[in-house]
């Protein structure tokens, strides 16, 4: 049974720059949730996805954008970086909005 | 204040000892309480996920849930090496956004 998977596992982008982050979710889930984790934090909710639609947003600028595709996949865009935006990157998915999510290994974004 | 307040630690104990984390929260709508573990440089791994008030155990580890104080609790019993790492406690109203708390360093010394 294949969980979560995420893609790249690291990146380096410069700031202004833009960056799109790819995300699998667990077999037979169907919702997929982004967070951003800065070092010594805990996750910070950005957005759910459910149905191919935004369901949700925490407290991230429009810069931060997302897309849900019919086999439940994911992306996460972030536009004109700022140094800090670096930080890992988690995506959760879960069955119907629930709220039992299980998180991917994540991507750690470098802003230089 | 936030929302979930959480010790960052660290924590040491000698392995074979209970250990006990803990949260505090000021949002009386979260009905939903997990923890989660991780690893450092990896992702968060869901433990425990209860409803409400009450216990749940599932071998070595026992979550308590108490609304009336909002305060929840991880015990770990008979703690070993491989238990290090950072123990996050995350919470929900219920198909709302998940809020964690700022996540415990517990370090198990052989």
């Known amino acids: 049974d294949a969980g979560v998977t995420q893609s790249p596992t690291h990146l380096i982008k410069t700031r202004g720059q833009q960056v799109t982050l790819r995300c699998s979710p667990k077999s037979g889930h169907d919702t997929v949730s982004w967070y951003q984790q800065a070092l010594g934090q805990g996750p910070q909710f950005i957005f759910q996805?459910?149905?191919?639609?935004?369901?949700q947003r925490g407290n991230f600028p429009d810069r931060f954008s997302g897309h849900q595709f019919p086999n439940y996949s994911s992306e996460l865009n972030v536009n004109a970086l700022l140094l800090g935006d670096s930080a890992l990157y988690l995506c959760?998915?879960?069955?119907?909005?629930?709220?039992?999510?299980?998180f991917g290994p994540g991507t750690r974004l470098t802003v230089t | 204040q936030k929302e979930v307040e959480q010790d960052p630690g660290p924590l040491s104990v000698p392995e074979g000892a209970i250990v006990s984390l803990n949260c505090t929260y000021s949002?009386?709508?979260?009905?939903?309480f997990m923890w989660y573990r991780q690893y450092s440089r990896k992702g968060p791994e869901l433990l425990m996920y209860?409803?409400?008030?009450g216990n749940k155990e599932d071998g070595r580890f026992t979550a308590q849930v108490d609304k009336s104080s909002k305060y929840i609790s991880l015990f770990i019993r008979d703690s070993q090496p491989s238990d290090s790492a950072t123990y996050l406690c995350?919470?929900?109203?219920?198909?709302?956004?998940?809020?964690f708390g700022i996540g415990t360093k517990l370090q198990v010394i052989p």
């Open positions: 949002n009386s709508a979260f009905q939903y």
């Open positions: 995350a919470m929900t109203g219920g198909y709302q956004k998940v809020t």
């Open positions: 959760a998915s879960s069955y119907r909005t629930g709220n039992e999510q299980y």
């Open positions: 996805y459910y149905e191919e639609e935004e369901r």
């Open positions: 209860t409803y409400s008030s």
